[in-house]
T-cell receptor
Framework: AQKVTQAQTEISVVEKEDVTLDCVYE???????LFWYKQPPSGELVFLIR??????QNEISGRYSWNFQKSTSSFNFTITASQVVDSAVYFC?????????????FGTGTRLKVLA | NAGVTQTPKFRILKIGQSMTLQCTQD?????MYWYRQDPGMGLKLIYY???????DKGEVPNGYNVSRSTTEDFPLRLELAAPSQTSVYFC????????????????FGPGTRLTVL
């Protein structure tokens, strides 16, 4: 089965703490793509990163970093020195080929609250 | 560029009423998508389109219809609203050379919050 699990429903941290959001996926495919999106309180979804299954290199973008480990089927997202503006719901998503097209499966999201 | 715009932002419908959710993008993207987001849940794909005149069903198409007469517009129609369609609806677009909803970066609209009573 193709599935994305974000086991952390809600996380609260104090500003400047580091926080890691977990994403575990299941797929039979060898070629697939993983995404992270941010949904701030305003409601829109903002793309953060896309990673294909052949690229296990970790990525850092400012205070954000992503750790992709195929061995554990995880694509975790870490925010370093969190800020109040990081408060949002974060979604992990999996995309894979099926019946000649690509399908998307989103996790249920993790709500991050960063307290001042 | 305005990106992806959606109207209306909010709407309350009575059971059995119909309405159209509008979505427009000005990025010349060939792919467009409609998702619904139920409370506490992730997004589920309703319909998608790979170009003008071409649409296909996603994961949860029942109760909805779409059309794509232009590159820019991708309206979503609810014919007989039901309480189960209470949700937040997101439109998204992306650009890809491939057929099907390829896993390219999707740009999302601000969403339409729909309540069916």
């Amino acid at each position: 089965a193709q599935k994305v699990t974000q086991a952390q429903t809600e996380i609260s941290v104090v500003e400047k703490e580091d926080v890691t959001l977990d994403c575990v996926y299941e797929t039979r495919d060898t070629t697939y793509y993983l995404f992270w999106y941010k949904q701030p309180p305003s409601g829109e979804l903002v793309f953060l990163i896309r990673r294909n299954s052949f690229d296990e290199q970790n990525e850092i973008s400012g205070r954000y970093s992503w750790n992709f480990q195929k061995s554990t089927s995880s694509f975790n997202f870490t925010i370093t020195a969190s800020q109040v503006v990081d408060s949002a719901v974060y979604f992990c998503a999996l995309s894979f080929a099926a019946s000649g097209t690509y399908k998307y499966i989103f996790g249920t999201g993790t709500r991050l609250k960063v307290l001042a | 560029n305005a990106g992806v715009t959606q109207t209306p932002k909010f709407r309350i419908l009575k059971i059995g009423q119909s309405m159209t959710l509008q979505c427009t993008q000005d990025m010349n993207h060939n792919y467009m998508y409609w998702y619904r987001q139920d409370p506490g849940m992730g997004l589920k794909l309703i319909y998608y389109s790979v170009g003008a005149g071409i649409t296909d069903k996603g994961e949860v198409p029942n109760g909805y219809n779409v059309s794509r007469s232009t590159t820019e517009d991708f309206p979503l129609r609810l014919e007989l609203a039901a309480p189960s369609q209470t949700s937040v609806y997101f439109c998204a677009s992306s650009y890809s050379w491939d057929r099907g909803p390829s896993p390219d970066t999707q740009y999302f609209g601000p969403g339409t919050r729909l309540t069916v009573l």
